[in-house]
């Protein structure tokens, strides 16, 4: 890599923020809070500004491994909470140098949620896989992903090929449980989610918010009291996520488990297609191996 990494750069921002700061950023053009300041605030126009740079490096990079992530044009804010003294006119430095893309690759506000989600997740593996080391990883994602990004001109398409072959991929070149340790690393990269009393429950309606799945049901919990483990099974309509080498990529789901669940984390994940979607069953065992966690092996009914 040359420059800041993703960690990096996000480290940085991260350094600018406060609690109880007035200014936070959003795109000019759109109102969406930018990834990785999506949740951030900052205690001064000053630090929001560098912040507001930085942000756009962040993005840029991305746009390394993606030419069409999505233009912003970030600008900063400041909230209802501020003095009237502080409340200026806008001042026209708050914005960057960025060019608006308004052209039909861009991201319309119908998808702009599931492509955001999909690049959000993908940049927290990047910078743990960059973090860890495994740039080898890193890079055949990146290669992969380029020799067929030219073709597919549907933003949806292209963000959701991008999580398909990252799960492909760091399934084929990382063991089980290193996959599980960029899982937990990435999960902790994005921002954090209020316990739930059901996290599984809770990450399928956020998928399905965010149109990658249709529908889903779930099965109650089956506990082996002995054993100390618990497995369910749950049925997916419409999973807009395709298989790829006799595996079903999972990982955006399991990611969100592991975001609102870290201290138990499923150990397990296996697919059947059962003709109008898929049943996956997902097994919790502290004790076992993990396997399937990143792309689902695909069984048979028998």
Do not use: K
């Not at 929001?48 to 999505?70: C, F, G, K, S």
């Not at 089980?176 to 690393?185: E, G």
Request: charged residues 25%; aromatic residues 6%; negative net charge.
């Amino acid at each position: 890599m040359i420059g800041d990494t993703l960690a990096e750069l996000r480290t940085r921002i991260d350094a600018l923020t406060s609690d109880d700061g007035a200014y936070y950023l959003v795109c000019g053009r759109t109102g969406d809070r930018p990834v990785p300041a999506a949740g951030a605030r900052f205690p001064d126009r000053e630090s929001a500004r560098t912040a507001a740079r930085t942000v756009e490096q962040y993005r840029a990079h991305l746009r390394r491994y993606d030419p069409r992530y999505p233009h912003f044009d970030v600008i900063v804010c400041q909230d209802d909470r501020a003095t009237e003294d502080s409340a200026a006119d806008p001042d026209p430095d708050t914005w960057t140098l960025s060019t608006p893309v308004l052209d039909g690759a861009a991201a319309q506000p119908s998808n702009r949620d599931l492509v955001e989600f999909c690049h959000r997740v993908a940049a927290a593996v990047f910078e743990t896989l960059s973090d860890a080391g495994h740039d080898a990883t890193e890079r055949a994602i990146t290669s992969d992903y380029d020799a067929v990004a030219d073709a597919l001109a549907d933003p949806d398409g292209l963000c959701l090929y991008l999580l398909e072959r990252m799960a492909t991929t760091l399934d084929r070149r990382l063991t089980p449980t290193a996959q599980a340790r960029v899982l937990t690393d990435a999960a902790t990269r994005l921002a954090p989610v209020d316990p739930v009393e059901d996290p599984l429950s809770d990450t399928l309606g956020s998928l399905q918010r965010r149109g990658l799945l249709g529908a889903y049901r779930q099965s109650p919990w089956a506990a082996d009291l002995d054993a100390g483990t618990r497995s369910v099974d749950v049925h997916l309509s419409e999973y807009a996520l395709f298989p790829r080498r006799g595996r079903l990529p999972v990982l955006p789901l399991v990611v969100g488990l592991y975001r609102r669940h870290p201290d138990r984390p499923p150990s397990s994940l296996r697919a059947v297609d059962d003709g109008d979607g898929w049943r996956l069953t997902l097994a919790l065992d502290a004790d076992a191996e993990p396997n399937g966690l990143i792309s689902a092996p695909i069984r048979s009914d028998a």
